[in-house]
């Protein structure tokens, strides 16, 4: 019988048969070089700086309508590490895991985890340098992620001045926009994209590295609790406030048409996270290079506003005018934290109120 057919359970095997019949295999096949098996893992040394993350693998929002994969889960374990390696501009290198999963948990499931870990380390350029498996109350998972600057400059969230311009390495919304697609009309009717988008997510490694070699960014933080999150850390860590451009007519047709069904603003949406793109603060005479950047590596880089003289603040701005906008992100420890509940957390980030009551309005 294979295993694609068992009915076993993780109690049946114990943790050691585990690891050498299912770990190992799948994050070390015979092709690739050694890398688990031992306490440590040993990574090949380069000159410069070690960018190193650790964060949480998140049950995908998939799962919420009915795709349960847990090669899906795997996936996004590698991605939400990966997307804070893009924001530091960092070659990725390593990848390791902590995982824990009740005895009751069939193998296929933690073997598909495992595969899916695999798959976007090898599609997001990660050696897997393995981790540690054990036994608990409910399946969890928490990655470490390592890439490599070299001697080239280190992008934090600090370091933006006022003219810089403030963008989007990757598109907003789009997440978002076929979650409702698929929310609406089932998973069977979205499409190719809109599924790599919800199941496969890519943040734009490639292109925050070449960026970062440019010279042009200032600073950056990555969209994994929110997009409006994402620029007050760097308006905070910089000192500085930041104006984004709110015109209408910015909003793509697809995501004004999925806020419509959804009721709620296209902004909200714009500015959601799952989208797993960084935002950058980048000098005002790069504008050539990054267009450049885009068409090499077919990335959209998207003007958001820019960064101004002030107290650190967001401000919406429409027809000349601006006004302070709330920091809508996802936050630990709150009551509308992802962790709390998927649909006080949606509810929270699509229909929250985007504008301030308080703050003084200004021009732009």
């Not at 688990?36 to 000159?47: E, N, S």
């Not at 600090?158 to 003219?163: E, L, T, V």
């Not at 714009?270 to 290079?289: H, K, L, N």
């Not at 992100?329 to 709390?340: G, H, K, V």
Request: glycine content about 10%; hydrophobic content about 40%.
């Amino acid at each position: 019988m294979s295993l694609s057919d068992s009915k076993d359970k993780l109690s049946d095997w114990g943790e050691f048969r585990l690891i050498d019949e299912v770990v190992l295999p799948v994050l070390n096949p015979k092709a690739a070089p050694r890398v688990g098996g031992d306490d440590c893992a040993y990574l090949p040394a380069r000159a410069g700086s070690l960018a190193v993350t650790s964060d949480v693998g998140p049950r995908p929002l998939v799962w919420h309508l009915g795709h349960e994969s847990y090669f899906t889960w795997g996936w996004y374990a590698v991605a939400i590490n990966a997307s804070d390696i893009a924001s530091a501009g960092a070659e990725p290198l390593a990848f390791t895991s902590s995982v824990e999963a009740p005895s009751s948990m069939l193998v296929t499931d933690f073997r598909d985890f495992f595969s899916g870990v695999a798959a976007a380390c090898g599609e997001l350029g990660f050696l897997n340098a393995g981790g540690n498996v054990r036994e608990a109350p409910r399946f969890e998972c928490h990655g470490t992620g390592i890439g490599s600057v070299g001697d080239g400059p280190v992008l934090r969230r600090s370091g933006c001045a006022p003219g810089d311009l403030i963008v989007s390495v990757g598109e907003c919304g789009r997440f978002m926009t076929a979650f409702a697609h698929a929310k609406a009309n089932g998973l069977s009717a979205v499409s190719r994209p809109e599924w790599d988008l919800l199941t496969a997510p890519k943040p734009p490694l490639r292109a925050m590295s070449k960026l970062r070699c440019s010279g042009f960014v200032t600073a950056a933080s990555d969209n994994s609790d929110g997009l409006l999150g994402a620029i007050w850390n760097i308006a905070a860590a910089s000192k500085c406030a930041v104006e984004i451009d709110m015109s209408d007519h910015l909003v793509p047709f697809s995501i004004r048409e999925a806020a419509m069904s959804l009721g709620v603003s296209p902004w909200n949406l714009m500015f959601c996270w799952g989208d797993w793109q960084v935002i950058c603060a980048v000098r005002a005479e790069s504008v050539e290079v990054l267009n450049r950047l885009a068409a090499s590596e077919n990335v959209r880089i998207q003007a958001l506003g820019r960064a101004v003289a002030g107290p650190p603040s967001v401000y919406g701005c429409r027809s000349g005018r601006c006004a302070p906008l709330n920091v809508i992100r996802n936050e630990s420890f709150t009551s509308a934290s992802f962790n709390r509940g998927i649909e006080t957390q949606l509810e929270f980030m699509l229909k929250s109120p985007l504008f301030r009551t308080e703050g003084h309005s200004r021009q732009s």
